[in-house]
């Protein structure tokens, strides 16, 4: 009689672990792995894809021993940033193995881009945004595209969930009508687990004049089709003027070409004319704050210039003409040394450090 003997090596386990970073092993479950041999081939059923369960474990019995098992999280859950750094183990014959994987919570970064001079979002505005060795911020959960690249929406904002670490943002492509500011184009922002940073881009306007030429009868009254010519005479001037061949002619509709200098006179026109302020007329809005004291000035910038400039909201019935001679008036007023707003602000003062010595006394 012969014997034959065979030997069974004891089966072996491997345990995955998910743990918030940050904790006492707090587990994390519903995040999924991909589990797979030294060759590729999956591991298991359902292509090797494995989720944590509510202890934040994974448990594979019966593996081969001598096999080298590589875990992988492919997707994380909301509110953690998934982790995909992949971790291999040798397998080994009568042993229970671990592999143990941490989440970080998500972080949130806000990026504003708006306009210099008004404030106001614009929306499509190009960024890129990378880590700070320049690799592309990952693509998990939808939270970007493959290079990178992200587009303000209406509200002049990306939002960016899910992000941690140190971030480079880059603005690559402004929208039609203004300028990149190079001195803000990139910005680095470290943004850690529970906390959201805001970032902020500012695009000025292109250069540009607008001319308004108006009845001198009726200066309510606009009149079109009318040429202008600008001249930067110097770093400090820009002059305005009408070309040669049309000047003091106007276009007025159903009655047709006048000549304004021969009509109302030569008071009633001007060869040239200096630009120092720009008036932008907008429609009023609940939601906006404007400017009541006038104590800063704001400018924008023509041809090198820099102009004053004044934001005014509108609504139907005010008297345009009067508005913006006013404004006019009080922009000569404050280049001859006197303006209203300082002078009252200055009263104020002295109106309070009155009562403070009254009271003190």
């Known amino acids: 009689m012969r014997r034959l003997t065979f030997d069974n090596e004891p089966s072996t386990t491997l345990v995955i672990h998910k743990y918030i970073e940050g904790t006492e092993n707090e587990p994390l479950s519903g995040v999924a792995f991909k589990v797979v041999d030294g060759s590729g081939a999956a591991v298991g059923p359902d292509d090797g894809v494995y989720y944590t369960d509510k202890a934040g474990e994974i448990v594979l019995n019966g593996l081969e021993p001598g096999t080298t098992v590589v875990a992988r999280e492919i997707k994380s859950v909301d509110g953690f940033v998934l982790d995909g750094t992949p971790q291999d183990i040798l397998i080994k014959a009568g042993t229970v193995q671990n592999l143990t994987f941490w989440n970080k919570r998500q972080g949130a970064l806000i990026i504003n881009k708006l306009d210099a001079v008004t404030k106001k979002p614009l929306a499509g505005v190009t960024f890129k945004i990378t ?31 899910g992000v941690t670490g140190t971030l480079v943002v880059t603005e690559e492509k402004s929208i039609d009508g203004y300028t990149i500011d190079e001195n803000t184009r990139t910005q680095t922002v470290v943004v850690n687990p529970d906390d959201t940073q805001s970032l902020y881009f500012y695009n000025a306007p292109i250069g540009g004049v607008e001319l308004i030429k108006v009845n001198a009868a009726d200066e309510t009254q606009r009149i079109p089709n009318t040429t202008f010519e600008i001249r930067r005479v110097s770093d400090e001037t820009l002059i305005g003027s009408a070309p040669d061949i049309t000047r003091h002619f106007i276009e007025l509709r159903g009655i047709g070409i006048i000549d304004v200098k021969t009509l109302f006179g030569v008071s009633s026109v001007k060869d040239t004319g200096n630009i120092d302020l720009v008036i932008r007329l907008e429609d009023w809005s609940k939601d906006k704050e404007y400017d009541r004291l006038g104590l800063e000035e704001e400018y924008v910038d023509y041809l090198g210039n820099k102009i004053a400039s004044h934001t005014i909201p509108i609504r139907p019935g005010r008297n345009l003409a009067l508005i913006c001679e006013s404004a006019a008036v009080n922009h000569r007023q404050k280049k001859m040394g006197y303006n209203a707003a300082q002078e009252l602000y200055k009263r104020v003062q002295e109106s309070l450090s009155k009562r403070r010595d009254e009271d003190e006394e």
């Open 131 to 161: 880590t700070a060795a320049g690799e592309f911020v990952p693509d998990e959960n939808g939270k970007i595209s493959s290079n990178g690249l992200y587009y303000t929406n209406e509200s002049g904002q990306i939002i960016l969930k």
